[in-house]
């Protein structure tokens, strides 16, 4: 059951938030304990010819402020990819099903940046280092809300208060259906919560949001998010 329960934190965790503080740990409420090390970047780094790798544009203050209110849709591509990048960073075999249809997107005012959901369904089907399919399906809606403050290009957001969204999670194993008891769904929603907490490198154009998690000081460049404005 190891790797079902980090698949099944992978499926919510990355659902509910869109991206990770740095991937899933076999326990849903523990803390990540790994990261793959390719793709970083040193928050600011540059390229050889002087350009910011996350493509930024140079807004900074209120200007990169006033560029970020607004609403901005994830497209269901960058969503998969951020998923599959989740899936690698727990060590767990890559899916052999990774479908994510729906819909995500961020609405950002002065003060409150909160993720909007219709429908948006990760569908994932992986087969476990013992030879057991693992097959699951998450689907969420409703409204997930965190405060945040952006200082230097750094956006820095708090837990989400979840009591606006709904999540359901099925699970089979070799086709039996494996739901999650009680405490797990509990332990998995408070790790989602906390999940929303962290800090992002962001970058705004007019008609695209660019935002890099960044833990412990590292960008974490294969988790990049870029929204569309809607």
């Not at 494996?178 to 790790?191: F, G, I």
């Amino acid at each position: 059951m190891r790797t079902a329960r980090v698949l099944a934190s992978v499926a919510v965790l990355a659902l509910l938030t869109g991206c990770t503080d740095a991937g899933v740990s076999a326990d849903p409420t523990s803390t990540p304990d790994r990261l793959d090390t390719a793709d970083r970047t040193s928050p600011g780094a540059e390229d050889a010819d002087g350009a910011d790798p996350s493509g930024g544009t140079g807004l900074a203050g209120d200007d990169l402020a006033a560029c970020m209110v607004g609403t901005w849709e994830l497209d269901l591509g960058v969503a998969r990819d951020i998923v599959a990048a989740t899936v690698a960073a727990t060590g767990a075999e890559p899916p052999s099903e990774l479908v994510v249809t729906g819909s995500a997107s961020v609405v950002i005012t002065d003060a409150e940046l909160a993720w909007e959901y219709e429908a948006y369904t990760t569908e994932l089907r992986a087969i476990q280092p013992d030879g057991t399919e693992y097959h699951s399906v998450a689907v969420q809606d409703g409204r997930a809300t965190s405060r945040y403050e952006l200082r230097d290009g750094l956006l820095t957001t708090t837990p989400l208060d979840m009591s606006g969204s709904t999540y359901d999670l099925t699970r089979e194993l070799d086709g039996v259906a494996a739901p999650l008891s009680a405490e797990e769904h509990e332990a998995l929603v408070n790790r989602v919560g906390r999940g929303g907490a962290g800090t992002t490198r962001v970058t705004c154009t007019a008609d695209e949001l660019a935002m890099v998690p960044v833990v412990n000081g590292t960008e974490i460049t294969q988790m990049a998010m870029v929204l569309t404005r809607g």
